[in-house]
């Protein structure tokens, strides 16, 4: 929706191009960049994220990449993550190629209104194989779960095709803010493991997004 065409703008001058690793300062710093189809909801995402605010109205599509940060606690120790919202228009792809390998983490978002955005979800898999690190953390987000009246894809479906590839998965809004906290403090946490693996070895990013979710619908009736 927003959008600057930027060149590294990460601030990390001294990282090695193409580890994956997490970067150790004070802070953990952790590189999350949002992937799919052009109108999935990305930047209004990110922004349900960052500002817990939901941007309707005339859809402006991202320009190129765009970048915010948000420092979340988990466990007791921050984790800075930078958030990069990419173009998922066609004609920006060569742009956003360039950024796939400093990622360590994809949320690969379709729309559960659009069948198209949900079968190309296949090809930005593709994409995903070619350029980004082999041990990035990937999580497949159906979104806009709020509008179930023009729903055209079903929530088996997309947990069918995360299975495929043995990928976590969620349905999301990011109009009522449904599971969006939970996807990226799930990434998080699983990129604060690998950062530390003695602490917490246990931890399983699928089986964590099964416990919440458990979770939260039961609350609902609480
Ligand atoms: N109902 C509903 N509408 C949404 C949701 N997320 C986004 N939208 C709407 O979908 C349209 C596209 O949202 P964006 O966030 O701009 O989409 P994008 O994926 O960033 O698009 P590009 O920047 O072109 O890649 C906007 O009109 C939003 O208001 C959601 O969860 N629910």
């Known amino acids: 929706m927003t959008g600057v065409l930027n060149g590294d703008i990460s601030g990390n001058t001294n990282r090695r191009r193409g580890s994956p690793s997490p970067d150790f300062t004070d802070d953990l710093t952790c590189k ?8 999935v909801g990305k930047t209004c995402f990110l922004l349900q994220f960052k500002d817990g605010a939901f941007l309707s109205g005339a859809f402006l599509a991202t320009v190129g990449i765009d970048f915010r940060n948000k420092v979340i606690s988990v466990d ?8 990069w919202d990419t173009a998922g228009q066609e004609r920006f792809r060569s742009v956003t190629h360039a950024y796939y390998r400093d990622a360590q983490a994809l949320l690969l978002l379709y729309d559960i209104t659009s069948k198209t955005s949900f079968q190309n979800i296949r090809a930005w898999l593709t994409e995903v194989e070619e350029y980004a690190h082999k041990d990035v953390v990937l999580m497949l987000l159906g979104n806009k779960n709020d509008v179930s009246g023009a729903r055209v894809i079903r929530k088996e479906d997309g947990e069918a095709l995360a299975k495929e ?56 009736y609480i």
Do not use: W
Request: positive net charge.
């Open 165 to 220: 590839y043995g990928i976590p998965f969620l349905e999301t809004s990011a109009k009522t803010g449904m599971n969006v906290d939970l996807a990226f403090t799930a990434v998080a946490k699983e990129l604060k493991q690998r950062s530390n693996q003695q602490k917490d070895p246990k931890f399983q990013i699928h089986t964590y997004i099964e416990k919440q979710q458990v979770k939260n619908s039961c609350c609902k």
């Open 76 to 83: 007791g120790e921050n984790v800075k993550l930078q958030i």
């Open 32 to 39: 999350v960049m949002l992937l799919g189809d052009s109108g």
